[in-house]
């Protein structure tokens, strides 16, 4: 049974930009002039997130993401629409909803900085009135999977991005919060750093069924922890669903890679024509392009087939990089 955990409505967030006017009249003009602009950073923004789902919540810079997450966690209290998260009304209540979310931004950290890891673990533990057995735990889980024991007793300012990250991770989830929100949880980190934080947060979500909003550039993220996704551009949302159908949907170009017994020559360009496009072509390795809207796979692989003996054949799907530029591309015929 579906248990809604995060439900926005018509979710709307504006600001009003005023007009700058030049010299010193526009000066005092400025004082009792109100007129503006009305700029919606968040337009009529609705979507439905269950217990125990992992979503990404993608876009370009400026598209409204950081600001839904503001209203989602009462940072910020919506122009209009209505928002529930955990039952609460966030941004009329911030305290009740705080011990119920946890939060990870890239760019920031929620520890001490002067202080080791884990006086910092120590303190979040107080503040939210975790129980002493519930704490060990919850810290011993961490420990473990984010390999915390090698700089847990260092101060957090001597820390690698990577280190504090983990840091951050183990501090948001020691009050065992039902919902993360997390904005570029892997930003600035290598790829053995990365890998680790997917681990932990694949883990996390299969054995404590904790729904997760996943903001990120890093589309590769999206790919190893998100089934769903939602992508909002200018304030409003473009997709809201299944990231294979995504790729379905906005991707319609696949590649085939056919291996010959033998170079087929430079006859087999001929694929080339209307469906087909010739991407690559290395001794008996071709690579073609193919619309899966116009012609499937096995009929590829069957007009390749008349250039020469086929050994082997493989598919790519089209990368998610490229699927959300071609939606972004396309603009309002996406939305």
């Known amino acids: 049974m579906n248990e809604p955990m995060i439900e926005a409505r018509g979710l709307e967030k504006s600001f009003m930009v005023r007009k700058h006017r030049a010299g010193a009249l526009g000066a005092v003009r400025s004082l009792v002039d109100r007129g503006g602009r009305e700029v919606f950073a968040v337009k009529d923004v609705s979507f439905t997130i269950n217990r125990g789902e992992m979503v990404g919540y993608i876009g370009p ?35 009740q909803l705080a011990r119920q979310i946890g939060v990870v931004f ?46 847990l007793q260092t101060p957090v300012r001597q820390l690698s991005l990577g280190q504090r990250m983990r840091g951050d991770l183990a501090a948001a989830l020691l009050h065992d919060p039902k919902i993360l929100y997390l904005d570029e949880p892997t930003i600035g980190l290598d790829i053995i750093a990365k890998a680790r934080i997917r681990e932990f947060l694949a883990a996390l979500n299969k054995e404590s069924d904790v729904t997760v909003l996943l903001t990120t550039h890093d589309l590769a993220d999206i790919e190893h922890l998100c089934k769903r996704i939602i992508v909002i551009d200018h304030g409003q949302v473009m997709y809201d669903g299944d990231l294979d ?11 085939i890679i056919v291996d010959f017994d033998k170079d087929p020559g430079n006859a087999v360009h001929a694929l080339s024509n209307g469906d087909l496009t010739m991407v690559e072509h290395t001794g008996p390795r071709v690579r073609i392009a193919f619309d899966r809207q116009a012609i499937s796979a096995p009929e590829v692989l069957s007009r390749a087939g008349a250039y020469g003996s086929v050994t082997d054949m493989s598919l790519e799907e089209p990368q998610i990089e490229d699927v959300i530029r071609h939606m972004y591309e396309g603009g309002a015929a996406y939305r």
């Open 245 to 255: 159908a995504l790729r379905t949907r906005f991707g319609a170009k696949r590649h």
């Open 106 to 151: 890239g760019q920031r950290t929620q520890l001490w900085w002067d202080l080791a890891l884990s006086d910092s673990l120590e303190l979040l533990r107080h503040l939210y009135r975790v129980p002493e057995k519930r704490f060990r735990e919850n810290l011993d889980r961490a420990r473990d999977l984010l390999g915390l024991d090698e700089f």
């Open 61 to 95: 810079n400026g598209a409204g993401k950081s600001t839904t997450i503001k209203m989602l966690t009462g940072i910020l209290v919506p122009s209009d629409g209505e928002a529930t998260v955990a039952g609460f009304t966030p941004w009329e209540s911030r305290k």
